[in-house]
């Protein structure tokens, strides 16, 4: 008996460090075994129900789209098949993967309490903390963003209409905030780089993601998906712009790194403020952002209210124009 007992700290660490790696189906076995040596043991059947199983109802297979409604469907007919006393941890699990799939999604007062009270249910979990906290961070950054939109009404931002396989959506560019990064973006879009290009990394309730000319069709090294660039970069312009879901932020590999790739938030991010560079967000269209799936491309960038007296050419982190 002792060594049981001695197995289940063992298995919960073991749990959590798969878990943390990405390994859900071991870190499942793993809190599972140790969960039925000790049906007592509280971490167990914490991290096999809520952490893994609550949190995976917040996500989908990489490449697939970002389906809110489906994913909020699943949680319907889970909840619906949980038992009253017997299953308390399931219960927990599917409270949990609603209020993460809500805090992507830019609901943030359904998903506060729900967090705020899991925390405190669970104060050996920091991933609980820290959700509670850009939860918290989140629902500030809205209404600071309302407020700085009213300020600015009447201030009119270059846009850009991204049509894709999928549909269109619409871009506002914040040359205010990434002066820079606005002028690279616009350069190449008046090239037509980035029309014909792939959709090339899509993880649903985050991003997705393009930019990357070996994604091209006839692209001679197309093995090297994710490492493509205009031929230079451009300094990384990181601001105060809040990574919510709609966000369009700079692919980067590190500090002044930027070249040709972006993402788009289809869920928020947090985590990531300020170590990004934010230069727009989705004005019209984000259904169509969430629809994209790995292998979508890029038709045509359609450019509008570009500023008449602006030059749009950036500057690489050389110091000169491309």
């Known amino acids: 008996a002792s060594d049981v007992y001695k197995r289940q700290p063992v298995g919960c660490i073991l749990g959590d460090a798969y878990h943390r790696l990405g390994l859900w189906q071991r870190a499942a076995a793993i809190y599972g075994s140790a969960a039925s040596a000790g049906p007592g043991w509280r ?79 669970y104060p050996f979990d920091p991933f609980l903390d820290a959700h509670v906290r850009f939860t918290a961070a989140g629902q500030r950054a809205v209404g600071e963003e309302a407020l700085r939109a009213k300020r600015e009404k009447d201030v009119v931002r270059p846009k850009a209409e991204v049509e894709t396989t999928r549909g269109s959506f619409v871009i506002e560019l914040f040359p205010q905030d990434a002066d820079n990064t606005v002028k690279n973006f616009v350069y190449l879009a008046q090239k037509n780089f980035y029309d014909g290009l792939t959709f090339h990394r899509t993880v649903p309730f985050f991003l997705v993601q393009t930019g990357d000319p070996h994604t091209r069709e006839g692209a001679k090294t197309p093995g090297a998906t994710g490492t493509g660039t205009p031929g230079y970069a451009i300094r990384s312009e990181r601001n105060r712009r809040r990574m919510l879901r709609g966000a369009v932020v700079m692919a980067s590999a590190g500090q002044d790194t930027e070249g040709s790739q972006f993402y788009v938030l289809t869920g928020t991010a947090m985590h990531l403020q300020g170590e990004q560079t934010v230069f727009g967000r989705v004005l019209q269209g984000q259904d169509v952002v969430d629809a994209l799936r790995q292998g979508d491309r890029i038709v045509k960038v359609t450019l509008r209210d570009l500023d008449p007296k602006a030059r749009y050419v950036p500057i690489t982190v050389a110091g000169r124009e491309p």
């Open 43 to 121: 971490e167990a059947h914490y991290g096999l129900h809520v952490k893994v199983r609550g949190q995976r109802y917040a996500e989908h297979d990489v490449g697939s789209s970002s389906d809110y409604a489906s994913a909020f469907t699943r949680l319907k007919v889970d909840s619906s098949l949980v038992l009253p006393e017997s299953s308390r941890w399931a219960r927990e699990g599917v409270r949990l993967g609603r209020a993460l799939l809500q805090y992507k999604q830019g609901d943030f007062a359904d998903a506060l309490p729900v967090l705020e009270e899991l925390a405190k249910r």
